[in-house]
């Protein structure tokens, strides 16, 4: 028999950037470094070549965007019950928060003349 607790569980099919892939299953209070200390301290047979030396460098992206450490997953709005696809890489520090939003509009403003003679 299903219980509530487990209909509330979010379940995370990571893959690696090599295309190896495994499902998970975690609370919708996990935050994005749980998830990562998670994943290190039970690493699936058969991403040794991936191994890394610490969870601190495991990055989550979802959607085309870095998780920050503190975001959990309910904060999120993921699907109970469904799985949901995250990208985990492996990456020393993050882009700040919308600093990628500011560096497109710093580029708009900038203009670029060439004159042919």
Known sequence: MTSQRDLDMVNL???LVSG???DFVF???DSA???AKHVFDNWPMGWEEELVSSPNILRLIFQGRFLHG???LGALKLPP???TVMHLVARETLPEPNS???RNREKTTESS???LL
């Open 81 to 83: 019950g469904r799985t």
């Open 33 to 35: 470094t749980d998830i």
């Open 100 to 102: 990628h939003g500011q």
């Open 27 to 29: 609370s919708p209070n």
């Open 13 to 15: 099919r990571l893959i």
């Open 70 to 72: 503190n975001v959990t």
């Open 20 to 22: 190896k892939t495994q």
């Open 113 to 115: 003349c060439c004159l």
